[in-house]
Nanobody
């Protein structure tokens, strides 16, 4: 059974930083791309960042470019999201996901391209 567990969320003031982590089990995660999505109250889920299985390719939403950095540790089956210069509009539940296509440099950016999801971790940025 594939499981993804996010951690690292919390309350932070605007301008602060948080580091989200996602630990996976139940599959060989190094074979698949990983991603982060978020959903704010009353809004649809949106892509935040993704990383190819090789970690050689990454993708970011325009709203987080230059502030967020995604990384992965295939030996530990983890993916991380370093979030700096946080803004109140970053407030959302953040979800980790793993894809199903194993191309080395493939980074999916749509939710439908991801096969398994975590339960989410709340990030709240106060102004």
């Amino acid at each position: 059974q594939v499981q993804l567990v996010e951690s690292g969320g919390g309350l932070v003031q605007a301008g602060g930083s948080l580091r989200l982590s996602c630990a996976g089990s139940g599959r060989t995660f190094s074979t698949y791309p990983m991603g982060w999505f978020r959903q704010a109250p009353g809004k649809e889920r949106e892509f935040v960042s993704g990383i190819a299985r090789s970690a050689g390719s990454t993708a970011y939403a325009d709203s987080v470019k230059g502030r967020f950095t995604i990384s992965r540790d295939n030996a530990k089956n983890t993916v991380n999201l370093q979030m700096n210069s946080l803004k109140p509009e970053d407030t959302a539940v953040y979800y980790c996901a793993t894809g199903s296509i194993t191309l080395p440099e493939y980074v999916p950016t749509k939710g439908s391209q991801y096969a398994f999801w975590g339960q989410g971790t709340q990030v709240t940025v106060s102004s």
